[in-house]
């Protein structure tokens, strides 16, 4: 048992010893048996805890002893450690005493007080923390020094050497630019690189300038390893050491190779405008700003006669007279001053004192920042051109006199030939539409046939002349291709018919019939062609036929070819067929006559239009003439006719034994959507009539036919068969007697081939009465070209004409067609005749006495624009044919012109077509003028035109107060423009008499024309705003 357990048993329950404890526990375990179960368990037990215990303190002992063991041992070891911690702090505070000495060398900066603080043993933090910042900032340095050298390498080539050259360093860049590897670079001597290009004595001042200790810079040229040559821009630095001796060298360059090798091309460049400006025939200068001479070139020093080494740096002072110097030193301030370029021509004198005519051309020389810093300045010597152009001046002068001389001539021929010829055509035309014996009438016929080959030549002549001379243009108006065409054929027609040739006109559907062009022109080379075809063709027939070829916006190809059946052209002949005064051969001028001129004119007219003409021709055979034009389609077209519904579905039938015109007769019918049927004689249309008993709507007969007489034919079908069926007779060439027979067999029309489009459809209505237009057709008659002219009312005409001869011939003619005519001996009395009386048309004669056709149309335009009247239209006649005649009567204000000898027939086209437009009810109806426009163009703009037409009117008011005629021209002409797609005739009128007025600078009194124009506009808008409410609703 443990001792100390036993005192405590001893003390609590007075155990003395081990032995009486043994027999306590004794004593208790007997007793156990008998006591209760838990003191039974707690007497059993009490042995077993008294062991435990004992075991517990004895273990207990057993530690402290080792305890007191451990203890002795620690402080032995304690202070073991403690005198050598002793001895470590006696070293740290050496340590620490050199640390402080060394960080006052290394940081002066730090102040006398944290030295103190840092004398002290307890300081390490605070010392750490210095060494710290120190480390830091040396990292920092060290990645800063890192990044330097990493920017450096990117752009730089960097390599070191020692004192004898021998590379110890090279970056990336070395080796990429030199060839060479890492490896094979270092330990070399930089003489590796070396190119040769250098002399010795570059690579000698080098080596003296780094050896003591300076930095040398430079430009080299290096040899890569490939053998290319390279250049860098070189810095090399020395690194001292510590006696200030170099020990190595830094080499840092920069590739410059691009820019070396742009020097040299801008070197080559500067040599090559050297050598440019040295060859210029043009003597060249360059000037600084101060004005002084700065290059010369060799030009100059013969311009001068002086050696041109004398005047660089010299002004122009030193070169030229003091005046003449003073011209070009304002010039050159004003250069230098504004820059740009200059120009000027003066007078200079060189230094042997000969004059030149010279001009001078300078432009300023601007650096890279655009500043001014001299000129470069040529010269041209111009003394001989001048004296050229003199000379060409004086030959020019007096070419032109010679051809206005020449102008002048053929005028007063062309005058004095004219005026008797058109009294003896002219009367000839009366004679013959008188009653004549047949002698009497051959001989008058003769006379007129001779005139009219006498005035082609005439005319001939004078087109060549003027064609020759360049004095011949052409015009461009708007004008019916159809009629023109056909009409022109009109007037050959008889000459056809005379060789008992058939003339055949076709125009296709789809060529437009209102275009822009010269149609006086078209009608010459038409009659030339034509002409020529008819004389060339013993037999047969010739066809004007015209086609488009091709279109392109506003502007329309044709071909407009004349065919005939004739002697052909033989092909070694056709090249010089268009020279003047060519024909086939010298036996076809004998034999057919002419002057050999219309071909060639025809050309050259053709070619003035901006057309061709070629030819297609075979011996024997016949001849096609095709010339090409190209046309503007008219965008404002006179209101068109219109093709009655009525004729649809009507059956005609066309006799004919030649078969073109029976194709273009039913092309021109089917049109109309009319059924045709073809047949090609007499005997044929017996039998479909007779025979068949087909019923028909009309017959149109051929007056010649070689089977049977037509009118034989017609008689027997209206005698023998009975057949009411109407008849139209076509004629190649109508006789006297001719209607009347018609007449008495019972032929409802008569016609004269060729028979137009709008011709046979106005004969077709007045066949089946059926109106056009809103015209009521008159009972039946014998329906001709001429019935159909008297539909056309009576015109009041006055002439105004001083020749009697001219007198006589018009007056008849206007009085024979049924006309008033009144009678004006010069242009002052026609002017008080038209302020008396109210004309529809005025034939005006261009040369009177006192005043002639130009000056009375002026003042008749000055009248009607500052009174708003009526336009009056005035046709000019003149026995004038040169160039200029024809503009002078338009620009005046004439409407047309008639050249002398005035035919009857070109006089009453003229009438037809101002007289009818002049002739409209008063009170014009706007509202059929626009049912007859162009529907959907007008529902187009009529909403826009009612909007800006009152700003138009006010603009022409406040330029009027101005006096700006310009824009009353401009804004009249536009208005007009707008007008002519409503077709709206008496403002139309108005508004370009204002823009007549304003272009002669007419301005005083145009208030009332401005007040009528916008009368009428009023009166248009309210038919415009009908069609606007229209659309909208």
Known sequence: MQKALLRQLKRTIGVADEAALAALLESAARSAE???????????????????????????????????????LSSEELSASNNRLREELTHRDQALHSLREALADLMPDVSATDRLLGQGNDDLAALSSRIAGLVSIAERDRRALANQKFALDQHAIVSITDTQGIIVYANDRFCEISGYSRDELLGKNHRIVKSGEHPPGVFAEMWQTITSGKVWRGEICNRARDGHHYWVSATIVPLLDANGLPEQYVGIRTDISD?????????????????????????????????????????????????????????????LRPEEAAIHAVQDAELLRTGGTQSYETLVHGRDGVAHQAIYRKVALRDSDGKVYGLLGTIIDITERKAAEAAMKQAKEAAEAASRAKSDFLANMSHEIRTPMNGIIGMTDLALDTTLTEEQREFMSIVKSSAES????????????????????????????????????????????????????????????????????????????????????????????????????????????????????????????????????????????????????????????????RLDSMPGKGSTFIVSLTLEVDDHPPEAVTTHVELAGKHILIVDDNATNLRVLAGMLAHWAVITRCVDGPAAALSLLVDQGQQFDCILLDAHMSDMDSYELAARLRETHHLKTPMVMLSSGAMRGDAKRCQEIGISGFFAKPISQEELLAALCRVFDISRNGREVVAKELVTRHALRELQQTLDVLLVEDHPVNQKLALGLLEKWGHRAHLANNGLEAIFLIEAHDFDLVLMDMHMPEMGGIEATRKIREREAVLGLKHLPIIAMTAAAMQGDREACLEAGMDDYLSKPVKASDLLEKLLAHGEARLEPVGFDYGAALSGADRETVENIAEIFLDTWPRDIGRIQLALASGDAATVERVAHSLKRGLGTFAADPAIRVAAAIEQSARQQMLDDLDDALASLKRELEFLSVHLKKIVAGISG
């Open 259 to 319: 820019r070396k090798r742009m020097e040299r091309q801008l070197s080559e460049q500067l040599r090559l405008v050297e050598e440019l400006i040295e060859a210029i025939p043009l003597p060249v200068y360059i000037k600084n700003r101060e004005g002084r001479y700065l290059r010369l070139n060799r030009a100059f020093e013969i311009f001068v006669a002086d050696d041109r080494e004398k005047f660089i740096g010299k002004s122009i002072y030193d070169v």
């Open 454 to 613: 006498l005035l082609t030549i005439i005319n001939d002549i004078l087109d060549f002349s003027k064609i020759e001379a360049g004095k011949l243009l052409v015009e461009s108006i708007a004008f019916d291709l159809h009629r023109v065409i056909a009409e022109t054929l009109k007037t050959l027609a008889l000459r056809a018919h005379e060789k008992q040739l058939e003339l055949i006109f076709s125009i296709e559907p789809d060529v437009p019939r209102n275009v822009i062009g010269d149609p006086g022109r078209l009608r010459q080379v038409l009659v030339n062609l034509v002409g020529n075809a008819i004389k060339f063709t013993p037999d047969g027939e010739i066809a004007v036929l015209v086609r488009a070829t091709a279109a392109e916006g506003r502007d329309v190809t044709l071909d407009i070819a004349v065919r005939d059946t004739g002697i052909g052209i033989a092909a070694d002949k056709q090249a010089t067929i268009f020279e003047a005064f060519a024909q086939a051969d010298t036996s076809t001028t004998r034999r057919f006559g002419g002057t050999g001129l219309g071909l060639s004119i025809s050309s050259r007219l053709v070619e003035l239009m901006g057309g061709s003409i």
């Open 34 to 72: 008998f006591a209760e179960p838990a003191v039974q368990l707690l007497l059993n037990g009490f042995g077993s805890l008294l062991e435990r215990v004992s075991e517990s303190y004895a273990q207990y002992e057993r530690d402290l002893e080792l305890r007191t063991r451990s203890l002795e």
